[in-house]
Structures are given as C-alpha cells and as structure tokens.
C-alpha cells in the first residue's frame, strides 16, 4: 500500500508540474465569461464546449505575474488516473505540499469520472481553498451533489461559442455598423459557417468539420452515454438520437418518439424511453421546452427538443435549414440565461420568454405569402393574449419592420440579433 502511495504521489507530481509548464506556455483567446472573482465555480456543459477552455482562461488571469506555482490543474481523463478513487484525492495536496511551500488554487477537470468526488472538495471548499471545477454530466448538479456541497459552488454552464465569440477566435471585426459595411459579406460567410457547423472551440482547427464533429459525437455517445449508463441496447439509443434530431422544432410527445421508433421494427418500453431522454439531457445532447398553455401536469409529455449545438444536429439532417436557425435561436436564448417556452394552442409561437416579455418567432424567410401570414397572425394572437406591443422574428437574412393593430413586429437576421448583446 506505501508503495502504491508513493508512486501515486510522484504521478501527481509530475502532472501539477508538467501542467504548470505547459499553462504558462498557452496563448489564448478570452470568452465572453463573467465570474465573481473569490467564489468557487462548477462548469458544466456538452463535451468539448469549452469548459477545459475556461479553466485555462482563468488560470491565465490569475497568473497575470507568471506566478504558475500557485497552480494545480488535474484532468482527470488523464489515463494515469483511470483507477484512482476518493481516498486517493488527498494525495494530490500532499503531492503539492512537497514541491510548494504555498496555499495552492486547483482547477479539477472532468472530476466526475471519480466516485464520490463531492465530500473531498467540499472539505476543501470549507478549508478556505478556491476551487474550479468542470464536468461533462448535468448529474454533477443533481440534489444529492447539491445537498453534499451545500451551496458552496456557483453554477456555470459553458455552451459552445457564441457567435461573437466565434467571430473574434477568426480575427473577423464586427460592430454596431457592420451591417452598413463591408465587414458584413465577412460576417455573412461566417455565420452560414457557424449555422452549419456549429460553436465547438476546436472546430476552426479543422479543414474537414464533420469528421470531427462526428468523432465528437461518437465520444459522447460511446463515453457519456452507453458506457456510463450501461446501455446495452445500443441501437435503439441510436435510433432514438436519429429521430429526435428530425422531430427538432416539432411538439413530440413520447408516445409519438416510441411509435416512430416502433415503425422502424425496433421495440422500446416507455420507462426506457423515459430513462433514455433524461440520459440525453444529463449529457446536454439535447435540451427539452414545454408549451406555455399546457397544464403543469401535461408540460413533461409532450414538448419540443432542441440540440446543445447545431454542428451535433446537422450530422442528422440534409438541407434542413429552417431547423437549425430554430435550434440556434434556443441556444443563444439559453446562453443570455433565458427560460422559454413554447406557445400552442389554435396558433404557435415558436419561443415566449415570460421573464422578459419576450415573443420570438423563427422564419428562414418570409417571402412566401402564406408564410408571411401565419406567423404574423400568430405573433399577433399572442401579443394581443399578453397584452404586449412588440414581437420578433428571426429570419436568415430579411430585416423589415411590420406594423400591426396589436404593436410593432421587427424582423431581424439571425446574425443581427445573435450579435446584439455584444455592442
């Protein structure tokens, strides 16, 4: 056992070091992140959103002296660390402790890949150290890890990059007049880039796009799904990914996902079924919105499911941009900390935030008569129901302002708005 002690303790050694040398070595661009200086933090979000990201970008404004040694970054994906449990976490102060005379800062990626994580840093969050902590599974913040930490970590979900942030990572410049200049067609190109392909950082390294976003994929879906739930019906998992991709902005019911897969000739139980979309959402694969007008009771049956990144869903789908400008809009509403619904009853409205007021509908272009009527009548039924003067709708790339005996309704490009809350 002493001797298992000592090589554990030299391997922590070597990772804080090796950690520090290469953290003072990376050049980095800042997102778009507001943290309360002293507090203790849990990112959470989908695989390679960003969330390793930050912790560098905050390791970066710590160090602002080049002072590294302050530092311990643990990854706990490290495969020197696939056997380490609980008992095993202490070894990593006392590793530090023994090249450092200081109170260290640690920053703990992917801690939840090691049982029962929550009870050694609470020890340490009540012992006075800050703590940043990153993980993949939205179980990190399930009532019995809230309840064990006890309000000492502050919440952060990282979503892929925002368009803003998508924009600076390319050097493309932007501001309140770039739709009056030049820099638009630059703008324009990259937002049909973006739309398509998704915000994942890593993303713009790559030429060929889908074969990573599909190794993404395949990651979450092997590691954060099958693997951690011990799925062994892996084709039905697949399956049920498959239609919720095509169901996306369509009210769906369970009963419905169950008879889709069911004509397949694949059979699933609805428990299952149930247990397969919490799965898909503890992983923030997908998010889920209920209707508005529902009865509290009816709200978990039948909703509508978006995905956490365009670039994951476009994997599923062949020319269907009317679905991931909609998806996009649910994740730039999530990324300003917005809860929407959706409205249904003899009309729809595809997103109403009651905290703001707020009434988005999404439209790829209003051109065609018939559109153009449905979702101003829409829009219109339901700002006369709540009484408000405004409403939005987000197209591809049509601006105009619609007057209405209701209010005034701003048609806006996706870009624009997507843009709006950086000038």
Known sequence: ????????????????????????RLEIIPRNIELEQHANYIFTGLRRAGKSYVLYQVIQELCKD??????????????????IDSNDLQMILDAYYELYDKKPILFFDEIQNVPQWQKFVRRLADQGFQLYISGSNANMLSSEIASTLGGRFINKEILPLSFAEFLQFQKIPFSAKSKYTEERFAIKKAYSGYLHFG????????????????????????????????????????????????????????????????STGVA?????????????????????????????????????YYFLDTGILGLF????????????????????????????????????VPEENLLVQVSYSL??????????KALTEAMKEFK?????????????????????????????WMLESKY
């Open 268 to 304: 699933i139980g609805s428990n299952t079924l149930f247990d397969y979309l919490g799965y898909l959402e503890n992983s923030y694969l997908i998010a889920s919105l209920s209707n508005y007008h529902s009865k509290f009771t009816e709200r978990e049956s039948s909703k509508k």
């Open 388 to 416: 408000l003067k405004d409403a939005l709708i987000l197209t591809y790339d049509e601006e105009k302002t619609i007057e209405t005996a209701e209010g005034k309704i701003q048609v806006l490009p996706l870009w624009q």
């Open 66 to 83: 080049k002072n590294y040694e302050q530092i311990i970054f643990i990854n706990f994906e490290d495969e020197r660390l696939s056997e």
């Open 199 to 262: 915000g994942f950082p890593e993303l713009l390294r790559f030429e060929n796009k889908r074969d990573y976003l599909s190794s993404v994929y395949q990651k979450l879906f092997f590691g954060d799904l099958i693997a951690r739930y011990s799925i062994s019906n892996v084709n039905v998992l697949r399956l049920l990914v498959k239609k919720m991709a095509e169901s996306v902005n369509n009210e769906t019911s369970v009963s419905r996902i169950k008879n889709l897969i069911k």
């Open 1 to 24: 056992m002493s001797y298992k002690r000592d090589e554990m303790k030299d391997i922590f050694k070597k990772i804080i070091i090796s950690q520090q040398e290469w953290l003072s």
């Open 317 to 352: 789908l062949m020319d269907q941009d009317t679905k991931l400008l909609e998806n996009q809009v649910y994740i730039e509403l999530r990324r300003r900390g917005l809860s929407p619904y959706f409205l249904k009853r003899n009309t729809e409205v595809d997103f109403y």
């Open 367 to 376: 051109d065609n008569p018939e559109t153009y009527k449905r979702e101003i």
